[in-house]
């Protein structure tokens, strides 16, 4: 056996509960790609109830950026229709907390830190259209290059609602011009995930004016025979959230997300 | 009234069927597009027995360019699942008749030339889907300049069916990307008449190295924030047959369709 090959593997687990599980035991302290395929997992984000409802009405005007696979009642922990046990206190390995705006926190557990009046939000993530397109047999070259997937800012405004606005973010993933197709095809049945893509082919009609500078995350090449295809991110509710400098805000540190009980195939809508 | 602007708007029927009655009794002698909307029009290819088997097989090879909506018994000229009353002798008002691959007449009736090993088959039309397209608000540029879809062949080979074989031939819609992702689902809902797009964005890798070049029907322009987008043309069974030269063979006249009973929207699979 090689350690060092295998190290580079993730732990995987036989289901989302059994991922939560070793999370909560942190038994389990790296990122989640990858560890429990076919499960879904979400982006984190909490408020104080007395900005939950805009944030909320913000997603009903930003559904692609922003697909809400489920709320909590203010101050309870508990997510049932994700995971019948499910507690957001100590399901996830890292933490992140904010006040005014600026990151104070990285914590493994919100038990020190949790109040009454917070609403937990899981917004949908491209692992479950990226798992449907792999399986489809299409490449996706940041996977293959052990990278994240590039992002960036747009001049694709978002929805306003209250003090949530701000410019959609995108993922951008090269592909051939037929196998573009077949991923309009495959992430057009996961509307809860991003759904399909917002544009193809000319960045610089949304804004970007260099593939090569990415806001997040890392570049990756696009050939010659190839098109820039790009689908709506959910860092684009973590942006707007951090220019609305809530007093109080918790999110998921990026990379460790929620793993829940919900199957990637459930979300498929056709 | 204006007679001049009123003659240049096809006379509309309120169904399939009365607009192919009216076809029957030289009534309606133009060209068949926009005469019944909402009713599925269709190409129309008669071949002897002895190539049907051939000839269908290579449908059934090449789906995309080549949707069967219907075929006939040998020699019966009735396609019942098209229209009870259907009599594809009459029910055309420009047949082409060709021997050896060589055009030989243009005829309004075809009980003069028919035999009874005749075959007939009906492929799906891209009429059907640009009114799915049309009605989703889609700009149709070749519509609006009441010119002709332009065709290109490509380097695309269909799949070998005895005779019958030769290049895909494609039609092109310039489209904004966010439409063209919108046109990709739209027509991904009805296979049975050219389905999703088989390219979009970088003609050259399909081997159409000029878009103001086409191989048939009119150029039309493509805006700097527009994508060509292709779709398998019914162009490529005429451009097939025409290559294997039957010893007999029948056509519609470009423009002049089979109109059916068909509804569009019965074509749309989700």
Tied chains: 1, 2.
């Excluded at 076919?38 to 944030?55: K, T």
């Excluded at 990415?214 to 010659?224: I, L």
């Amino acid at each position: 056996m090689n350690a060092g090959i295998q190290s580079m593997q993730p732990r995987v687990y036989a289901s989302g509960r059994e991922a939560r599980l070793a999370i909560r035991r942190r038994e389990h302290e790296s990122p989640t790609a990858g560890i429990a395929p076919g499960f879904v997992q979400g982006n984190l984000a909490i408020l104080p109830a007395s900005m939950a409802h805009d944030f909320l009405r913000f997603c009903q005007l930003n559904p692609k950026p922003c697909p809400v696979l489920a709320t909590s009642a203010p101050g309870d922990p508990r997510l049932r229709s994700l995971g019948a046990d499910l507690d957001i206190r100590s399901d996830i390995s890292r933490y992140r907390v904010w006040r005014h705006g600026e990151l104070v926190a990285e914590v493994s557990d919100l038990h020190q830190v949790w109040r009454d009046d917070l609403v937990s939000f899981v917004l949908g993530c491209s692992f479950s259209f990226e798992e449907a397109l792999v399986e489809a047999g299409l490449p996706m070259r940041h996977i293959d290059c052990g990278s994240n997937v590039p992002m960036y800012r747009t001049s694709i405004a978002t929805q306003r609602a209250g003090p949530f606005h701000g410019p959609m973010v995108v993922s951008m993933r090269p592909l051939r011009p037929a196998d573009a197709i077949r991923a309009v095809q495959i992430t057009s049945r996961f509307p809860s995930v991003h759904g399909a893509p917002v544009h193809l082919g000319l960045p610089g009609m949304i804004g970007i004016q260099d593939l090569a500078q990415p806001d997040y995350g890392d570049v990756v090449e696009v050939r010659a025979e190839e098109l820039p295809v790009f689908w709506a991110c959910g860092v684009t509710p973590q942006a707007v959230i951090a220019a609305a400098k809530p007093e109080f805000c918790i999110t998921h540190a990026p990379g460790y997300m929620l793993v829940t009980d919900l199957r990637n195939s459930s979300l498929a809508i056709f």
